[in-house]
């Protein structure tokens, strides 16, 4: 059943009155309703405990309700909460509230004050609607300005992202003169006018004005005429909210489209598997359109560190999106991609001075291998050309990127005869979680010793093995690898595009061993997942080797450039990106992700048909003895309430970092639920069985 956030133009706009209204009204109409006070401050002491005014409130005309988080002093939540030596939390506060949405009827979800009153430091009331994503009431303070307020808390909850079900004009001032200087006529006319300009702008927008209450004259709220009087006025407002349907439902027309036209990834276009219509998607939920929410345990494969819809990045791309959305790099630059190139030389490896903007993480690889080749050819040693992968690898899938990855679940055999012929190197061995065996470096040793001639680099995923099996090796094995390819003059190239912005429990995977690589490729979270972007930082010897050539060996310069290279969108976002996550705790985060992630997947440990429970970071991994069925998986996943989509052998979780532990339970108890019940059932989970455990 609905639910709606009743907010204000302003503090003291009427929202408590038109809540308490509209309750006495719903229940005239036989509509069950309720409604919650997820902040309330200005509670006093009784001989019961605390008690909110507004619930208070709610009571006297009738309604039901309950306040959540409860402060005395009355005043901005923040300060009220700050007093009393607490911390609000958007999302704590959100999963409260949605912990009461579930109840048959209406539930109305009143604010403090209007949208951007301070939830915390950080936070305000908008985020907390944000987190919640229900459609908001309006409730406007008719008077002076009013039309001003309307549309600018409009403007605020459309970029939001939010839906407006609808608006209340409310008087709560009774006369003319706290108006200033306007007369009784003129202040008739304003507020008439009010009305009928946001009804106007209201069509516009598709958001009706609902009610035009005025101020009722000897009125009290104490008094069930009262009541009456605001419940006739609010009854079609009432009836309207009522028959609100916030999920638009399933769309077989787009589906039946995505169906015939688009083609997904690794899907067939003749008989696609099923796919889900995202509507929208706020922290670490993702909100189906047939109003189901589930928690995102693939981080969008790997990029939503900060989860969906967080403010400091809307707000750096509709910023930029007004200032210049797009300006070609040749020849131009701008200040989006001057800052984050500032940026990002002060959290890569020191030795790493030269960036390369480019648009995807498979782009930043193949320009990083014609980096490697340009290096060389710069430098007259024409016969290194080739690259040397481990076995087990995913680096992308253009067809560069793609000679890199594994051989076998690369599917080299279908591109045979187009693809590049690289070296492959055994997967490494030494677990992270082991002490380290030197002789797991040995066939590495090997391999390059021999064609040290020929290889110009060495590419690696440091230490997370992602798409190619999810699997976590030692850091000291880079450090051998590092002092190798110092010792036969071999670049080392680290694609660090799943790995970088923390994923791991450091910055870069890199930072485990302590070694800088020649060039690291980046991208996934660089943009926290809102924009696609790469960069290829390269160090200054790799720069200046290429740049240094004559004309018959490149004249100098790097021969690569996207059109859309150094998108200002994107770097603006990935700038709001990287301030969000380095003024984040965010290494605090990933460790108690980590915590939880083992703890949780812990029981899967024993259940037969599991080969392996590993977690790094915020990077969960149950392996399987067999291949799982993707579509069986993902729909028992979706039963559970989360996005999990896993491959091959591995179902893995890599939550966004601002995943509650609700949230983080929610995914590791739905893996253990399908192991199990996978264990039991030949391999596949069945769908009907309910809640299991292990
Ligand atoms: N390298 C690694 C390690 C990756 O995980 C990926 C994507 N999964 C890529 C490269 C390719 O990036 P993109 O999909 O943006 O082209």
Known sequence: MPAFFVTGTDTDAGKSTITAGLLRAF??????????????????????????????????????????????????????????????????????????????????????????????ERESMLDLMRSLRIPGLLVVANRLGCINHAL???????????????????????????DAGTTAEAE??????????????????????????????????????????????????????????????????????????????YTSAMRPLPVREVTGASGA????????????GMSSWWCTVHGYGNGRLVRALQKQAARLSHVMFGGLTH?????????????????????????????????????????????????????????GAYHGDTLGAMSLCDPVTGMHTLFS??????????????????????????????????HAQEVTAVVVEPVVQGAGGMWFYHPEYLRDLRRLCDELDILLIADEIATGFGRTGRLFACEWAGIAPDIMCVGKALTGGMMTLSAVAASRRVAEVISGADAAHGGGVFMHGP???????????????????????????????????????????????VADVRVLGAIGVVETKEPVNVEAWQDFFVSRGVWIRPFGRA????????????????????????????????????????????
């Open 563 to 609: 059109t859309f290279m150094a998108n200002p969108l994107a770097c603006a976002v990935a700038c709001a990106s990287l301030d969000e996550l380095l003024a984040s705790p965010w290494q605090a985060c990933v460790e108690h992700i980590q915590e939880k992630l083992e703890a949780g997947l812990a029981p899967c440990r024993n259940v037969p048909g």
């Open 285 to 296: 939920r993702l909100f189906l359109a047939d109003g189901t929410s589930l928690v995102d």
């Open 27 to 120: 229940a005239r109409a036989g509509v069950p309703a309720r409604a919650i006070k997820p902040v309330q401050t200005g509670c006093t002491e009784t001989a019961d405990g605390l008690e909110a005014p507004d619930v208070a409130l709610w009571r006297s005309a009738g309604g039901q309700g309950e306040a959540l988080f409860m402060y005395r002093v009355p005043c901005s939540p923040h300060l009220a909460a700050g007093m009393e030596g607490a911390e609000l939390d958007a999302s704590v506060v959100a999963e409260e509230c949605r912990s009461r949405m579930n109840q048959p009827g209406v539930t109305l979800f009143e604010g403090a004050g209007g949208l951007y009153v301070p939830l915390n």
């Open 651 to 694: 179902v893995y979780v890599m939550p966004p970092f601002v995943a509650s532990d609700g949230e983080l339970d929610a995914l590791t108890r739905a893996v253990c639920e399908a192991v199990l019940s996978a264990s039991r059932n030949g391999g596949t989970p069945v769908l009907e069985q309910r809640r299991e455990s292990c």
């Open 188 to 265: 008739a006319l304003i507020l008439g006018d009010n009305a009928v300009r946001l009804a106007e702008e209201g069509k516009r927008r598709g958001i009706p004005l609902l009610a035009d209450i005025p101020y009722m004259e000897n009125a009290s709220p104490a008094h069930d005429a009262f009541w009456d009087a605001l419940a006739d006025m609010l009854e079609p407002a009432a009836r309207a909210l009522a028959a609100f349907s916030p999920a638009r439902g399933i769309d077989a027309d787009l589906l039946a489209f995505d169906r015939e036209h688009l083609w997904h990834p």
């Open 335 to 391: 200040e989006p991609a001057v800052e984050l190139g500032r940026r990002l030389l002060k959290v890569l490896p020191a030795s790493l001075e030269h960036i390369f903007f480019a648009d995807s993480g498979s782009v930043a690889v193949e320009a990083a291998m014609k980096m490697a080749v340009q290096f060389r050819r710069s430098a007259g040693q024409e016969k290194k050309t080739r690259f040397v992968a481990l076995r």
């Open 152 to 178: 600018l808390s409009l403007d605020a909850l459309e970029m939001a992202g939010l839906s407006v079900a609808g608006m209340v004009l409310c008087r709560t001032v009774p006369s003319a003169h706290t």
């Open 417 to 450: 005869g187009v693809l590049a012929g690289q070296l492959f190197v055994e997967r490494p061995t030494c677990r992270f979680d082991e002490p380290y065996r030197p002789e797991s470096f040995a066939p590495a040793e090997r391999l390059l010793r021999e």
